[in-house]
């Protein structure tokens, strides 16, 4: 089921910084007691292939996130050991060096199985017992959080397909549009294009001028 429009699970996750501290984040709270947007976006383990290129081209759009009162957090299943042993690992032999935002160790799932994104599937053995398949990771989901501690935006990725991490700024534009002015953001809206009213005059304008 879609979380959107609903409040972010308000869980305490183990993290690990870049300085290699261990921390304890809420997603939840990282919004509403900072009154900042956040994006969380989750990738299934550390040391592997589409993965570091999807954390460095985060890593790369943290300023754009920042002009737009957005926090980045990356998580995956893995424990906060093995991604501080890849934030030391140099980013021409597959690691993540150089990544500045926090990324949770859900080691134990919990909020991964809350969203519903790990990659685990039912299935039963011959004397009708429950047996789980699949791989025990996450898929590339993605949520969009705002100030309030609700979801404006999920996605999730099958494991092959690498995310663009422009859209998501697009998105954090329109929502904030959408925020300030009461507006509604039309298809392949981006800053600075028109907007319209969310009534039939509205959108009659809008076709008349586009």
């Known amino acids: 089921m879609s979380l959107v429009g609903k ?3 308000n869980v305490a996750i183990d993290a690990m910084s870049e300085m290699g501290d261990d921390l304890k984040i809420n997603v939840f709270e990282e919004a509403v007691n900072n009154q900042q947007k956040v994006i969380l976006f989750w990738y299934p383990k550390d040391f592997t292939f ?4 999807e954390l460095h ?3 790369e759009a943290l300023p754009e996130f920042q002009k737009r009162n957005t926090v980045i957090i ?5 424990t906060n050991e093995v991604h501080f042993a890849w934030l030391n690992t140099p980013k021409d032999n597959g690691g993540i060096e150089g990544v500045t935002y926090p990324i949770l160790a859900d080691t134990h799932r919990q909020l991964a199985n809350i969203l519903g994104i790990v990659d685990q599937d039912l299935d039963y ?3 009708g017992n429950e047996v789980y398949t699949g791989s025990n990771v996450t898929y590339r989901a993605t949520y969009l959080i705002d100030e309030t ?3 404006f935006h999920e996605s999730v990725n099958d494991m092959p397909l690498g995310r663009n991490v422009k859209e998501y700024l697009r998105l954090i534009d329109a929502y904030s549009h959408v925020q300030k002015h009461g507006e509604v953001c039309p298809a392949n809206w981006e800053e600075g294009k028109e907007a319209m009213n969310a009534n039939r005059t509205g959108v ?3 076709f008349s001028k586009n």
């Open 57 to 59: 081209a985060f890593q």
């Open 7 to 9: 409040l972010f699970p």
């Open 149 to 151: 501690g609700k979801i």
């Open 204 to 206: 009659a304008e809008y």
């Open 125 to 127: 053995d011959e004397e």
């Open 74 to 78: 990356g998580a995956s299943c893995d």
């Open 50 to 53: 589409v993965c570091p290129t």
